[in-house]
């Protein structure tokens, strides 16, 4: 896949994940043109004056519950990376409507803008907490999956194809645990909800690699894993403030101890590709040409944070977060 040909719109362009992707794809892959989709302003004026100001880069201010301000900006558009979502756990769960509004009808509005223009690939973000969801946010990314490999059957053979890419937690991104633990790592205390907790964990860079690597071999139903390695929350703690008093304060409502990235029920239509997992469709349309070097995986598989082959040490999540530091 030549990228040099191709345009590229991502939605959420202005978040951790699409400044990181416009950065990469600006340095290594050279797009004609990539806009960038969002709707606030302020952060598009401060990207572009932080130096996301190429010629080739365009913004564009629209929500994606706005279906005909997409439609207007898939004019030409070859790829979408949809990474617009509300995905704070509770906000999510205090704002309910809102959650669905942007994670869920906003995913429709992607999928119906691309099916109405000339969009020949689309990738969506998704999350671990889509696999077995106990909070709302995780449920709305469920939800969207499902809506975005379904869609290829509303595409047909040349129409838009869609695919996910689902992941863990990323180092460092708005939200994460990391600001948090070096804000109280000042005043010598730092609060966990369980010191038994498990996260997957990526880098951001990695995650968009990953996210670009999937676009460039996606034909369309698939969900993508990556295989990545788990953290200990009292490891992370050991590596950011390890001479602080910990205080033990509980699990918050819809949290979990341990995060999924691939079911048992999943593990059936599940090819293992070395260094990624490829989820097919259960759908008489999927036809798996490319994947024939996948090995299917045992009976029972489940890839949880928990039982991981692959953890973090301390060592490695200083290195991590020493950025952060």
Excluded at 19 to 30: A, C, P, S
Excluded at 291 to 315: A, I, M, Q
């Amino acid at each position: 896949m030549d990228w040099r040909d191709t345009t590229v719109l991502i939605t959420g362009g202005t978040g951790s994940f699409g400044k990181k992707f416009v950065e990469i794809m600006l340095r290594e892959y050279h797009p004609r043109k990539v806009v960038i989709f969002s709707r606030d302003e302020l952060k598009q004026h401060e990207m572009r004056i932080s130096g996301f100001d190429h010629d080739s880069l365009r913004y564009f201010i629209g929500d994606v519950r706005d279906v005909d301000r997409l439609r207007r900006a898939m004019n030409g558009i070859d790829i979408v990376v949809h990474a617009a979502a509300l995905k704070q756990v509770p906000a999510c769960e205090y704002n309910p409507i809102e959650a669905i509004m942007t994670n869920i009808m906003g995913a429709r509005n992607v999928i119906e803008a691309a099916l109405d223009t000339d969009v020949k690939k689309v990738m969506a973000i998704s999350t671990d907490k889509a696999v077995n969801p106990i909070n709302l946010y995780g449920a709305t990314k469920l939800c969207a999956e499902k809506l975005f490999i379904q869609s290829n059957s509303y595409s047909g053979a040349h129409g838009a194809k869609f695919s996910c890419a689902r992941y863990g937690n990323v180092v460092g991104s708005r939200g994460s645990v990391i600001p948090l633990f070096l804000e109280q790592r000042r005043t010598g205390r730092v609060t966990v909800t369980d010191p038994r907790m498990t996260r997957f964990w990526l880098t951001l860079e990695q995650g968009v690699r990953f996210v670009i690597r999937s676009i460039e071999c996606m034909q369309g139903g698939e969900v993508f894993v990556p295989k990545i390695p788990s953290m200990n929350i009292m490891d992370l703690v050991q590596a950011i403030a390890p001479d602080c008093r910990v205080d033990y304060i509980g699990i918050r409502p819809g949290e979990k101890l341990h995060e999924v990235l691939l079911s048992e029920d999943e593990s059936r239509y599940t090819l293992d590709m070395g260094d990624m997992y490829v989820i097919q469709p259960i759908y008489t349309w999927w036809q798996a040409k490319d994947w024939s070097e996948g090995k299917p995986l045992p009976e029972g598989f489940r890839y949880t944070s928990d039982t991981n082959s692959h953890w973090l040490s301390v060592d490695e999540l200083r290195v991590l977060v020493e950025r952060f530091l």
